[in-house]
């Protein structure tokens, strides 16, 4: 699939991995919609980033886990685009959640974010994807998916969901849709951690180092390029999860 020329939606694209994604389809020649839900000063300028780069780019405010919000972000994107090639699902609700617990609020706040919010913006953008000649959608995921996170349950739990719902849209959605994941491994450390825990998370990787954002980015980017991958996962994480079976381990 060529990606110049299209038109591209990125959910949580206002920093972080998210912009990385951003930028790397308007790099492309992608015009880019960014949603956000309270990072309208960073969407703004991850946009002026893309624009430089002589695409389009739009900044909706969006709370994915809202559905009347997404279907009304579904319709300004009809009336303004008209068109939408490419999907990718970056918003999430990163938190702490241990079991058993009395938060019921952060266990449906990381669901609703994670998991219906990706399933709100896919379903209601569907149809327009389905009406290209051919579409990619692109969830991102994490290695929680194949292992337990201590305290971060509602996490490991709305990311094997989405990892699941990569699959399920792949078969619905076939064969003008294609659906994959990426599931990034450490990649952009939080600001607070020390250069010892850098050290120690990067000897957990088979490649002994931390990535970066448009390692991720490259991946998204791969998957709606490669038109005959889909209902697939691609990790980049440095080989974090086999590393515990290497020699040195």
Avoid at 230 to 240: I, S, Y
Wanted: net charge neutral; proline share 4%.
């Amino acid at each position: 699939m060529n990606i110049r020329g299209c038109a591209a939606l990125v959910t949580g694209g206002a920093h972080r991995v998210g912009k990385a994604i951003v930028l790397d389809l308007a790099r492309a020649g992608a015009d880019v919609v960014i949603l956000y839900n309270s990072s309208g000063s960073a969407a703004a300028e991850t946009a002026l980033e893309a624009e430089a780069l002589g695409v389009r780019a739009t900044t909706v405010q969006c709370d994915v886990s809202n559905l009347h919000a997404v279907q009304k972000m579904a319709q300004f994107v009809r009336d303004r685009f008209g068109r939408l090639s490419v999907l990718v699902n970056s918003a999430d609700w990163f938190a702490q959640h241990s079991f058993p617990t009395d938060s019921y609020g952060t266990w449906h706040r990381i669901l609703d974010v994670s998991v219906h919010g990706s399933f709100y913006v896919s379903n209601e953008l569907a149809p327009l994807l389905l009406d290209q000649p051919e579409a990619a959608i692109v969830n991102i995921v994490d290695l929680s998916a194949w292992h337990a996170w201590p305290n971060f349950t509602g996490h490991a739990v709305a990311k094997s969901a989405l990892l699941a719902l990569t699959r399920q849209m792949a078969l619905e959605l076939a064969p003008t849709v294609r659906v994959n994941a990426v599931a990034p491994g450490p990649v952009l450390p939080p600001p607070h951690y020390t250069e010892e825990r850098l050290r120690r998370s990067s000897e957990r990787t088979l490649l002994n180092r931390w990535g970066k954002a448009e390692d991720v980015a490259h991946a998204v980017r791969f998957l709606i390029e490669s038109n005959y991958t889909t209902g697939e996962v691609v990790r980049v994480d440095g080989g974090e999860l086999i590393a515990k079976r290497s020699p040195s381990a």
